[in-house]
């Protein structure tokens, strides 16, 4: 019968920030901290009035060029200027230059719904509010990415060996009295502190995260070789 060794284990997981890539104005925000959500929910939005706007004018602009550039296209056919064609060629970036700024004004326009891409739990909304001016990339909503829940402990050195990466674990939290989760070892990593340096942060996996939350502490039985 395999032994055990009993640790004190941590659910942790990592904590992701979510931002808009372009700037705009807030029209509404959905992520209370506490809200647990699905992949793909909207947690905030901007108003899309005026990048609507933007994206039409970036439109008619291409549209503009795209006239110009058949224009001059006609215009050249049969002629044997020497200068035919470099005027193509700048007509033809002009032209590019437009589709790529149509393609940007879509992109903002897109992102105008922030989603996030994981199921998740909202930890911090980033002090964002509906009405607020935001510039890209700031007031970044903070979630707790569900996927990533694991049990960390802290083991001393001279057991390591008796511990092999693949070895049997059960966590018993202390919040969920009489449930035990099942897993196994995923790894080692130094525990970088002052005055640890003789310890190892010990990574488990487990086979269900239901009901766990990080922070959440309890007994972690390690069954050694």
């Known amino acids: 019968m395999a032994e055990t060794m009993v640790l004190e284990g941590r659910v942790v997981a990592s904590v992701r920030e979510l931002r808009f890539s372009f700037g705009g104005v807030v029209e509404s925000i959905s992520a209370e901290s506490g809200k647990t959500v699905s992949a793909g929910t909207v947690i905030a939005r901007l108003k899309r009035n005026e990048l609507e706007k933007r994206h039409q004018l970036k439109l008619e602009a291409y549209n503009k060029m795209r006239a110009t550039f058949e224009q001059l296209k006609k215009k ?11 005027l193509m060629d700048r007509a033809q970036a002009d032209l590019n230059s437009s589709v790529l700024e149509v393609e940007i004004s879509q992109l903002e326009l897109d992102s105008a719904d922030l989603k996030c891409p994981f199921n998740g739990l909202i930890v911090d909304d980033g002090g964002m509010a509906a009405g607020m001016a935001i510039s890209p990339a700031s007031f970044p909503i903070k979630a707790i990415d569900i996927s990533t829940l694991r049990v960390t402990a802290e083991i001393d050195q001279d057991k390591m060996s008796l511990v092999g990466s693949e070895s049997y674990v059960e966590f018993e939290p202390v919040s969920i009295q009489g449930k035990v989760y099942k897993g196994r070892v995923l790894g080692f990593i130094p525990a970088l502190m002052a005055g640890k340096s003789d310890k190892f942060g010990m990574q488990c996996v487990l086979e269900s995260i239901e009901g766990l939350l990080p922070g959440m502490k309890g007994n972690l039985k390690v069954f050694v070789k």
């Not at 049969?78 to 470099?86: E, I, L, Q, T």
Request: hydrophobic content about 10%.
């Open 76 to 86: 050249l056919e049969g002629n044997d200027d020497p200068d035919k064609k470099y």
